[in-house]
């Protein structure tokens, strides 16, 4: 009966990490976005 | 560096933990204090770390370090809201309760959850600039007072219902116990300062773009 509640404990843990790598991932993506748009206006300013 | 030394921690505990350990025969659902305490320990580190840098916001008027502190903090609620939901878990297994209002500890580590969540609505609600980062930082040192309370708490409650590892003679295990607790430590640690410099790149690297938006604008 225990079983499922460490199995959970450690689950949630686990998620946790996963949700925060993926959130950090895509705020990368972003911000990789807006670097790659500002190189472009430099180059565009000549 | 950091993320690789955290996944071999990471790994080495869970396996220490499931394979090494041997199970608690009163409480088979001990297993989870492995990860539980060690989280706990990591927020307070993280609020620790976070006053810390508030403190060189007000001292030194490093604003550098403004930013240095509402990562910590941030990364501190993360590990609160985990340390809630495991011991809520461990405690349902253990005494049959998902949550007791009557142990003084369960409340006075969601009451400084809870106060470290406001102290974001407080963030937000200020524009950037140096005012946000001293009423941040005042807040930041005002709730690490609570952090000695919450840890003490589980020492000078009355109702015992929360068990005391670490006591005056030392930590009440076994030695594999006590060498996978460390481990386990050690690896939530790691995470901690993994996450912490990635979040904290990424914020320095957001605001280097805004600044670079706006001169160019």
Same mark, same amino acid.
């Given at each position: ?5 460490v199995?959970a404990?450690? &689950?949630?843990?686990?998620? +946790?990490? /996963? *949700?925060?790598? %993926?959130?950090?991932?895509t705020? &990368?993506?972003?911000?990789? +976005?807006? /670097? *790659?748009?500002l %190189? ?7 | ?8 921690l ?14 608690d ?24 770390w ?9 001292w ?7 930013v ?16 809630l939901?495991?011991?809520s878990?461990?405690?349902r ?8 209002w009557?142990?003084r ?15 974001f609505?407080?963030?937000f ?22 952090t000695p309370?919450?840890?003490?708490a ?5 109702d ?19 060498a ?38």
């Amino acid at each position: 009966m225990s079983e499922k509640y460490v199995a959970a404990a450690y &689950l949630v843990v686990f998620v +946790a990490v /996963l *949700a925060y790598v %993926v959130i950090i991932g895509t705020k &990368l993506a972003r911000l990789e +976005a807006a /670097l *790659a748009e500002l %190189v472009e206006r430099v180059r565009a300013r000549g | 560096m950091l993320p690789p030394l955290a996944v071999v921690l990471f790994a080495t505990a869970i396996s220490l933990i499931f394979f090494w350990v041997p199970e608690d025969a009163e409480d088979p659902a001990q297993r989870i204090f492995y990860f539980h305490v060690p989280i706990a320990l990591t927020s307070y580190a993280c609020f620790g770390w976070g006053a810390w840098k508030a403190l060189r916001v007000l001292w030194k008027r490093d604003h550098r370090a403004d930013v240095e502190s509402y990562v910590a903090i941030h990364q501190g609620t993360i590990f609160g809201a985990l340390t809630l939901v495991t011991g809520s878990l461990w405690a349902r297994a253990t005494w049959g309760h998902w949550w007791l209002w009557s142990s003084r500890q369960l409340v006075l580590f969601l009451v400084l959850f809870l106060f470290y969540c406001a102290y974001f609505m407080l963030r937000f609600s200020v524009e950037p600039g140096p005012r946000r980062a001293n009423l941040s930082a005042v807040y930041a040192l005002f709730g690490v007072v609570l952090t000695p309370v919450s840890f003490l708490a589980i020492r000078l409650a009355e109702d015992f219902i929360h068990p005391t590892v670490f006591t005056r003679d030392g930590p009440q295990m076994t030695g594999s116990m006590f060498a996978a607790f460390c481990v386990s430590l050690a690896a939530m640690l790691t995470l901690f300062a993994t996450f912490y410099s990635i979040e904290l790149a990424g914020k320095r690297i957001d605001a280097q773009i805004r600044e670079l938006r706006e001169a160019l604008s």
